[in-house]
Each structure stands twice: as structure tokens, then as C-alpha cells.
């Protein structure tokens, strides 16, 4: 009630004053009883969230502004089921309501926001509750917009879903080492899973499994076994220093898709040495590498190793060992076509800019190297690079794209195609489909849908294209961004997905969105606020990044990171780009872990959040989210699951996973079997694992191997021993008087009592 002028008005409002402070503290009542200042109000209440939401209790949070006069405020709360009942009957949603606390609290009288907190508690499991804040001065209540909170299943739910069990798959004994994560040596390394799951290939620092040389990085393959996981150092003779120490990379640059055959590189030129000097690591046995010359192998499925070069492509140029330098530009997926870049004339029909004794690094020539075929070059001049490092190479090696100075261009058998005559050149390489036949470039914020052998066409006349981050399969369909929002164009079609999204979800061949090979389902990632989740973060007061899932078919767009409590975040969300290996000229970044699988119906990724109630290190882990009817889940928003554990100290990051998610690779400091010691380990969670534990003696060291002694053989109980016996006993001040009240026994003044006992008396106790 406002204060009202005049005597009558002003009395009538003091009284009903006093009768709203029945419940309030006396101080309070009395100042609220008091007239409000002309600048007083009605407090106004701010935006509310709920954090540390369990399966029985949580906590709300919210802000009040008392707006210069005394306030207190509280939290209603009710199931959705019973608000939506109130409402139904016409009457206040919150009525009948509990509340937090339960009697209300002040806020002071200030003329800013405070904070307003208290616990919900009596909750139910697995339930949806509707809260508001309320809050009450002496001009009125205020209360604030109806917000969800969803509580815990009971004891936070399983840790693992679909049957999942953990299984460690590195070795026990790791000379002393650990598993390094993607970069962690010489600014690169390589983890990747096979397609159909049960091998994956990590690396680390340490050489071990029965190692070989000295490389700056080990690489092992591992296999699923009926017992257990093998491991093998698939490593390869190398001085030590053969890579230096600049961050370029490990020797395994690539591997195909099935993990059946890897690209290395032979090494580096000098080792710490200045100048110019060959590869000091000499040919693989049986590969025909040329002596001395910067190469790649082709490591194949029985361990033998084919030279990408020989003798007579590196005859071709006027560079001598020391002088030669080979990269690799890219490949298809399943490396029996790869793309070279060298500055060296490697085939009769190229040409080298001499740039002194070396070669202009500027004026680089492609190469497109085929199992069984060797080399073919590409560019018709030098200057040329591949169009990225991921997707321009098709699956069957028939097209490459690539572009130079005069723009975006197409090898296609022996023939080169101009992609953006049509737009005049200048075009930026984006995405393909997979044989290579359409693809999509943009120039000045245009984005253009090329089919080869044809004329581009453009897709955005207004222009105001940010980025593209993906297509499908065959090249139907592609996502891209624009300041109005993110879009799909499908045919003549175009669907708004989203309001926005973030820069880290492009280009295509590097960035973090995935879309689905039929194109219905894109994956990425956004700080705006794209489903109502209120991703403020309870630290910063930044808004998170969020994973979004937009499926094309049900024309719904989740939130597979947001906490499923509705609670604030406490940290951000991810899935990986592509895997950098190195930092120079020859750095490879071609390979993207598969984290959205089983057509897009299952998603993995990482979170800082604690999104269950069993993620306690408040660390990085690794989630999974499913669509209703895969694997466990039964629930129709989907179903969030943890991964990795949620209690390692290091938290846990995600490596890869099989097409299918039956496999779902990640790293631990955590020991999450009993035969891990400790370290970073890698782990599969896999659909249907786990192995059994063989049970051990514990193990022991010196006197604490001996055998249990045998039992003593004591002497008779009635023997007697000769000798003087015990001393007679003596007690201290026996020879004082007691005084009264207190009597002497054995030597001490005991108190006496003249009171019988119950029992004595007839009673009970």
C-alpha cells in the first residue's frame, strides 16, 4: 500500500502497516510502521537462479533492490505439476507454495541490489519445481518471474550409462612416462580412434611396450584384446635431436581412418647444428628412400614403410639433400592419396624459383602423391597451396582443390578449373562434398555453391556471410552464419537455426561444428543465450560457451551442455577442433575427433560444469548426451551421462570416439581400475567393457615375508616360581584421621552416604 495523504488516508495505511509486521522483528515493524520517504518504493526484484540442485534440496539465488526502505524477502516453491493445477483453477500459481526460508529475512533498506539467497528443501527426485523471490517493504511486494528448477535423480544416478565400463588402455608400466594430450610434445602429438572402435593410437614423451630410438615422441597403437588391451611401440629408429627442439611437431603427422596405415616424417634438417644439412636418419629398410632428403612414409597395416619419394622424383630438381624441404599439404581419409608441398621440382614437368642455393619457400608446387601412381603435379607454375588442410583432397583422389594468386581453382584429373570465375576470382576455399563433385567457397561475405565442370552460383546476393561451418556429405546442404544468425541452405531452401554462434565453430576443415553426413543435424557452439538456459556463469557473470545441437528433422535446437538442474553454470563447455600437430611451415592440422556419432543421435564433450551430482573435482570432464531410444536413455529431452569420472583430481579430457559411440576414448590422471598405479592414462569407456581383475597377493618386502610363528607352549597355570613375591601393599596417608562425612577403607577416606538404593528400598528403577 502507498502512503496516502491527509489524516484519515494516513492512519488507515499505518494500521494496515502494523498488521503486515505480525511476523516481522520488532525493529523492523517499527520502521516499516513509519511514513516512506517521497523517493521510497515497492522493492524491485531481479533475475533468479538455482545452483547446488541435488536430489532432495537447492539453492536459490536472486537479488532485491529494497529501494530505501526496510525489506525482507523469501522463495516460494511448488512442483510444476501443482503451479499448472493452480493455474488451471484460476487461482495464484504459488498458492499453497512452501517456502525458503520460512520465515522471511531482511534485506536492509539500501537503494541497490543485495543479494537474496536460501535453501529449498523436502524436494522431490527427478522432479520439475516452479520458484519465485518475493519481497515486501513497507510500499508494497514485489515478486520476481517464475523460474524452473529440475532436482537430481535419486543419489545423482549412475555414473556410467548403456552399460558402459572403463577400461584402461594404456600399459601399467610406462618407463616412468604418461600419456601426453594433443600438443603437449613439440607443440603436437596424434590421438585418434579407429572408425569401427577397439584401436586407437596416442603418444608420449616416454618410449615403452618395447620402444625403439630416441624420438621426441613415441607412438603406440593399441588393440582390443579378449583379455585386456595390447599396446605396441609402433616407433621408428631415429637420432636423437632429429626433430630438434622448435615445436614442429611429431614424426607421425596422419593416420587413416581405420588406423591401418600412418604418414611419418623422416625428420628434420641439422640436428641444433646452424646451417644447411641433410636428414642425418637414415632410409627405412625396404622403403627406396633417397639418402639425406626430407620425407614421408607410408606406414602400413603389417608395419613395413613405403617412401612417398624416390630416387628419381628428387632427381628432378637442382636441390641437393641439405637443401630440400617437404611438407604434407594433406590427404584422403584413407591415406592412399596425400598432397604434397615442396618448393623442388619433384616431376619433369615442374619448375623451382632458385632463391641462392635453396628454393623461394614462397613459390611452393603441389603434389599429388597416389598409392601405386606416384607423382602428379598440380599447379601448372609455383605459388600454389592446398585450400585446406582438412576436405579438399576428395575421398577417391580424383579432385583436389587448390588456389594461387589468380583464385580458387580445381585439379580434376588432367585438367585445372577456375571454382570462382563466376565471382571473379579471389574466392576463399570453405567446404566440399565428399568426392569432391560441389563445393562451397565465400568472397566479401557472399557464399557461393560451385559443382564442378560448372559455373558458381551465389547464395547470399545481401552478402553479410561471417563464416560456413559445414555441409553434408554429398553437398546438399550447408550451415553459415551471418550477423542476423545462423542458417541452413538446403536446395532453394533456407531455415534459420539459431539467433547466433560462435567464431571458434569455423572454417570447416579446423573449427569446432560438426554436421552429420546427411546433413540434418549441425552441432556447435555459442555464448548467446539460443533455448531460454540462463548460462551466466555463477564466477565470471560471463556468459558460458554452450553445445547445441540443431536436428533439421524434428526442427528443434537443444542444449545437450546445459545443466539439466536449470542451474547457472560454473564453467564452460567444449568439443575439439582439429588436432594441431606442430606449429611451422610443415604443421598438420587434417584430423578432427569424431564427437557427434550414431548420425548424430549421440554427442561428447567436455564441460567445466558440474552437470550430475557426481562430478565433484570442479575440473574439466567428459559428458555424453544421447537421444531417447539409444543406448539407456528412456527420457524424451535426452539423457546426460558422464564419461570420464568426475573425481579425478586433473579432471579428464576427450580424446575420440568410434562412428558409432560404442567406444569413447578419454584422458585421466585418475585411476579408475584397480591395476592403475596412477599417472595419465588413457581410457575407453566402452558400451558392454570392462575386464576382470585378476585377484593378487599383497606383495611384501624383507622380514614381513616370513611365515606366522608357531604357538607358544606356556607353562601350566598352577606352576610356582621361588623368589619373595609381590611387596605388601601400602597406602598413602593411612595413619590421618578422615573427616566427617568420610570413612576409611583400604587406606583411604571414602565418602559415606546414608541413602538406600531404590532396589533396597522396594523401588524400581
Not at 729 to 750: E, H, S
Request: glycine share 14%; aromatic share 8%; with cysteine.
Amino acid at each position: 500500500m502507498r502512503w496516502q495523504e491527509g489524516t484519515q488516508a494516513r492512519a488507515q495505511a499505518l494500521r494496515g502497516r502494523l498488521r503486515g509486521c505480525l511476523s516481522l522483528a520488532a525493529a523492523f515493524c517499527a520502521l516499516a510502521a513509519l511514513p516512506a520517504s517521497a523517493n521510497a518504493a515497492a522493492p524491485t526484484v531481479g533475475f533468479s537462479w538455482a545452483s547446488d540442485v541435488s536430489a532432495s534440496t537447492a539453492r536459490l539465488h536472486g537479488s532485491v533492490n529494497p529501494s530505501g526502505l526496510p525489506t525482507v524477502y523469501r522463495f516460494d516453491y511448488l512442483t510444476e505439476a501443482a503451479y499448472e493445477a493452480n493455474l488451471a483453477a484460476a487461482k495464484d500459481g504459488f498458492a499453497g507454495a512452501s517456502r525458503a526460508p520460512k520465515s522471511e529475512v531482511e534485506i536492509g533498506e539500501g537503494s541497490g541490489f543485495a543479494a537474496a539467497a536460501a535453501t529449498a528443501s523436502g524436494l522431490s527426485a527427478e522432479t520439475r519445481y516452479v520458484y519465485r523471490l518475493r519481497a515486501t517493504n513497507g510500499n508494497g511486494t514485489s515478486t520476481g518471474e517464475p523460474q524452473i528448477f529440475v532436482t537430481q535423480p535419486p543419489g545423482g544416478g549412475g555414473v556410467l550409462a548403456d552399460g558402459r565400463g572403463w577400461e584402461m588402455v594404456s600399459p601399467v608400466d610406462k618407463n616412468g612416462g604418461r600419456v601426453d594430450a594433443p600438443g603437449a610434445i613439440l607443440g603436437g602429438g596424434v590421438l585418434q580412434a579407429s572408425a569401427g572402435g577397439g584401436v586407437v593410437t596416442y603418444g608420449s614423451s616416454t618410449s615403452f611396450a618395447g620402444g625403439v630410438g630416441a624420438p621426441p615422441a613415441s607412438q603406440y597403437l593399441a588393440i582390443r584384446e579378449a583379455g585386456g588391451w595390447s599396446n605396441r611401440n609402433i616407433s621408428v629408429p631415429l637420432f636423437a635431436g632429429s626433430f630438434g627442439t622448435a615445436p614442429e611437431g611429431v614424426p607421425y603427422r596422419l593416420f587413416s581412418a581405420d588406423l591401418s596405415r600412418g604418414l611419418l616424417l623422416n625428420g628434420q634438417h641439422c640436428r641444433g647444428e646452424e646451417g644447411d644439412c641433410p636428414v642425418l636418419n637414415p632410409p627405412l629398410p625396404g622403403s627406396g628412400a633417397p639418402a639425406g632428403y626430407q620425407d614421408l612414409y607410408l606406414r602400413e597395416g603389417g608395419g613395413t614403410f613405403l617412401s612417398l619419394l624416390t630416387a628419381a622424383d628428387v632427381a628432378n630438381s637442382a636441390l641437393g639433400p641439405a637443401d630440400f624441404d617437404l611438407t604434407l599439404a594433406g590427404a584422403s581419409p584413407d591415406l592412399r592419396h596425400a598432397v604434397l608441398s615442396s618448393c623442388a621440382a619433384l616431376t619433369p614437368d615442374a619448375s623451382e624459383v632458385l632463391l641462392g642455393e635453396d628454393c623461394d619457400p614462397t613459390q611452393q608446387n603441389l603434389y599429388l602423391w597416389s598409392s601405386g601412381g606416384g607423382l602428379t603435379l598440380v599447379n601448372a607454375s609455383p605459388g600454389a597451396a592446398l585450400a585446406a588442410p582438412g576436405g579438399a583432397v576428395s575421398a577417391d583422389g580424383t579432385r583436389v582443390y587448390w588456389s594461387d594468386d589468380s583464385g580458387l581453382l580445381l585439379h580434376q584429373g588432367s585438367q585445372t578449373l577456375q571454382v570462382d570465375a563466376a565471382a571473379g576470382g579471389g574466392g576463399t576455399f570453405q567446404v566440399a562434398s565428399d568426392d569432391g563433385s560441389v563445393a562451397y567457397f565465400t568472397k566479401a561475405g557472399h557464399l557461393w555453391r560451385y559443382q564442378a565442370g560448372g559455373a558458381a552460383a551465389d547464395l547470399t546476393p545481401g552478402g553479410g556471410v561471417l563464416g560456413v561451418l559445414g555441409a553434408s556429405s554429398d553437398g546438399s546442404s550447408v550451415y553459415y552464419l551471418t550477423a542476423s544468425g545462423l542458417f541452413l541452405r538446403r536446395g532453394a531452401e533456407t531455415i534459420e537455426v539459431g539467433e547466433s554462434a560462435d567464431a571458434a565453430n569455423y572454417p570447416p576443415a579446423t573449427g569446432m561444428a560438426r554436421v552429420s553426413a546427411d546433413g540434418t543435424k549441425l552441432l556447435f557452439l555459442a555464448t548467446a543465450q539460443l533455448t531460454g538456459y540462463d548460462n551466466t556463469d555463477t564466477v565470471t557473470d560471463l556468459r558460458d560457451a554452450e553445445v547445441y545441437l540443431y536436428d533439421t528433422v524434428r526442427e528443434e535446437l537443444t542444449c545437450v551442455s546445459c545443466n539439466p538442474t536449470n542451474s547457472r553454470p560454473i564453467g564452460p563447455s567444449r568439443v575439439p577442433g582439429a588436432l594441431l600437430n606442430g606449429e611451422g611451415p610443415g604443421k598438420t592440422q587434417a584430423y578432427r575427433p569424431r564427437v557427434m556419432v550414431a548420425a548424430g543421435k549421440r554427442v561428447f564433450f567436455e564441460s567445466a560444469d558440474a552437470l550430475v551430482s557426481t562430478d565433484t573435482n570442479n575440473d574439466w570432464d567428459v559428458y555424453q548426451w544421447e537421444r531417447r531410444g539409444v543406448g539407456s536413455c528412456k527420457r524424451g529431452v535426452g539423457c546426460l551421462s558422464l564419461i570420464s569420472s568426475g573425481r579425478a583430481a586433473g579432471g579428464a579430457s576427450f580424446v575420440d570416439a568410434s562412428e558409432d559411440g560404442a567406444d569413447a576414448f578419454f584422458l585421466t590422471d585418475g585411476s579408475l581400475v584397480g591395476d592403475d598405479p596412477g599417472s595419465v592414462d588413457l581410457y575407453d569407456a566402452r558400451v558392454g567393457g570392462g575386464f576382470p581383475e585378476a585377484e593378487e597377493d599383497i606383495p611384501c618386502e624383507g622380514n614381513a615375508c616370513q611365515g606366522l610363528l608357531s604357538e607358544p607352549n606356556d607353562p601350566a597355570l598352577n606352576t610356582t616360581l621361588a623368589g619373595l613375591g609381590n611387596p605388601k601393599a601400602r597406602y598413602l596417608g593411612a595413619g590421618k584421621p578422615c573427616r566427617k562425612g568420610f570413612a576409611k577403607r583400604k587406606g583411604r577416606c571414602v565418602k559415606t552416604s546414608r541413602k538406600k538404593s531404590a532396589r533396597k528400598r522396594g523401588g524400581s528403577r
